[in-house]
């Protein structure tokens, strides 16, 4: 068997999500307290008065929530990816998490709540590749408290989680639910059907409006039980679409692009939690609510990549669009980012991952009764979003 996939599969067929050409140096970002300055919290009063103006001469929100993807943090030094296409800020993205709570905190003390869209830490910290085999003992816990302790310095009482292949990567799903959902998390056994194992769940944050939370790694070969009907369906998936993973070749060479998603770091959502989003969706029509999905991994390609989307992406899209009631897809995992506006006028929205991104990508989302404006800070465009 695999065991832990990030463990067995390693060598030249491995992307930038399991293995590290090599570790380069770089310098470290500056002082904490430079690039607090930067945001008007060190010594920048006309910062925070300039935003504060700009707040209160807009048209006040039905709510507002804030929003990061990819902290990705490991207490390693900085390096290029596998395929040398990104520049991975590890130590520095504990300090970009760090800068977007004194930014909430400061101009934004009222948001409900933050949705973290996955990959808190990295998979190194297991210790089990890359910059991690030089761990004299697993680092996981350890980085997962300090990332967790900065979310409990935030005024807002609550914080969502999606999870992402990097917390499978060093936690199965039980120990997820004793070291992150402890925190300024809803119990999870208040969410429908929600067990140790499942991570998925709505809530309603105004009555207008349902959010729903799913795991895009309900069927995968990372947070699941050898021999279990999960793992054994993921390995099918892969196996029939992208046989280069199994055979220890480059995973997507003389693949179709169609077939790029067919990979370790993505997963499929189950027919069980599909029953269940058409459910939650079908009730929330008939409430005149919409609704916002948030997951790590995108479903849409065009706001992503063939190579970072749900492995069932088009069934799940197929419940969206019969629902005629989702207005955004919250997604992480890609690091670029991206954006489109889908055939039934669904936006889906990529946040761009703070790992890859020095100056840190997080903002605020204020929700209207005709759209949805993000205030971005650092690397995340700020955007307006129409709704139909």
Same mark, same amino acid.
């Given at each position: 068997g695999w065991g832990n996939p990030v463990q067995k599969l390693t060598g030249p067929a491995v992307e930038a999500e399991s293995k590290q050409d090599e570790i380069q140096e770089a310098s470290?970002?500056?002082?904490?307290?430079?690039?607090?300055?930067?945001?008007?919290?060190?010594?920048?009063?006309?910062?925070?008065? #300039?935003?504060?103006?700009?707040?209160?001469?807009?048209? #006040?929100?039905?709510?507002?929530?804030?929003?990061?993807?990819?902290v990705q943090y490991a207490d390693i030094d900085n390096a290029t990816s596998f395929g040398g296409g990104e520049y991975r800020?590890?130590?520095?993205?504990?300090?970009?998490?760090?800068?977007?709570?004194?930014?909430?905190?400061?101009?934004?003390?009222?948001?409900?709540?933050?949705?973290n869209l996955g990959d808190l830490i990295d998979g190194q910290n297991a210790g089990g590749y890359g910059a991690g085999?030089?761990?004299?003992?697993p680092q996981s816990a350890v980085a997962l408290e300090r990332v967790v302790s900065q979310f409990r310095r935030s005024l807002c009482p609550t914080v969502h989680h999606a999870i992402g292949n990097h917390e499978l990567y060093n936690f199965d799903r039980e120990q997820l639910h004793s070291h992150l959902f402890k925190d300024k998390t809803p119990p999870l056994s208040e969410a429908p059907g929600a067990t140790p194992s499942q991570l998925y769940y709505s809530f309603r944050p105004h009555p207008q409006w349902r959010f729903l939370l799913i795991d895009c790694y309900d069927i995968a070969v990372q947070g699941r039980e050898e021999g279990s009907e999960q793992m054994a369906k993921a390995r099918q998936l892969i196996a029939e679409n992208n046989p280069n993973v199994f055979a220890g070749k480059n995973w997507f060479e003389g693949v179709h692009p169609s077939k790029h998603r067919f990979v370790?770091?993505?997963?499929?959502?189950?027919?069980?939690?599909? #029953?269940?989003?058409?459910?939650?969706?079908?009730?929330?029509?008939?409430?005149?609510?919409?609704?916002?999905?948030?997951?790590?991994?995108?479903?849409?390609p065009r706001a992503s990549s063939p190579k970072t989307v749900v492995w069932n992406y088009p069934d799940v899209m197929s419940v969206i669009r019969e629902s005629?009631?989702?207005?955004?897809?919250?997604?992480?995992?890609?690091?670029?980012?991206?954006?489109?506006?889908?055939?039934?006028?669904?936006?889906?929205?990529?946040?761009?991952?703070?790992?890859?991104?020095?100056?840190?990508?997080?903002?605020?989302?204020?929700?209207?009764?005709?759209?949805?404006?993000?205030?971005?800070?650092?690397?995340?465009?700020?955007?307006?979003?129409?709704?139909?």
């Open positions: 470290e970002w500056a002082q904490r307290g430079a690039c607090l300055a930067g945001l008007g919290l060190a010594g920048g009063a006309s910062i925070a008065e #300039e935003e504060e103006s700009q707040r209160a001469s807009s048209e #006040e929100p039905l709510f507002r929530f804030g929003v990061i993807a990819d800020f590890y130590r520095g993205t504990l300090d970009s998490l760090a800068k977007s709570i004194d930014w909430w905190n400061l101009h934004y003390p009222d948001i409900q709540f933050i949705a085999l030089n761990f004299s003992e370790p770091y993505n997963g499929a959502v189950g027919s069980s939690q599909l #029953e269940w989003l058409r459910a939650q969706l079908s009730e929330a029509k008939k409430g005149g609510e919409r609704c916002v999905v948030m997951t790590h991994v995108p479903l849409d005629e009631c989702v207005a955004l897809v919250l997604a992480g995992h890609h690091h670029p980012g991206g954006y489109v506006q889908d055939e039934g006028g669904c936006h889906h929205l990529t946040i761009e991952g703070s790992l890859t991104h020095e100056n840190g990508a997080f903002g605020v989302f204020e929700v209207h009764e005709d759209h949805l404006k993000l205030v971005g800070k650092g690397d995340l465009p700020s955007r307006k979003l129409e709704l139909r």
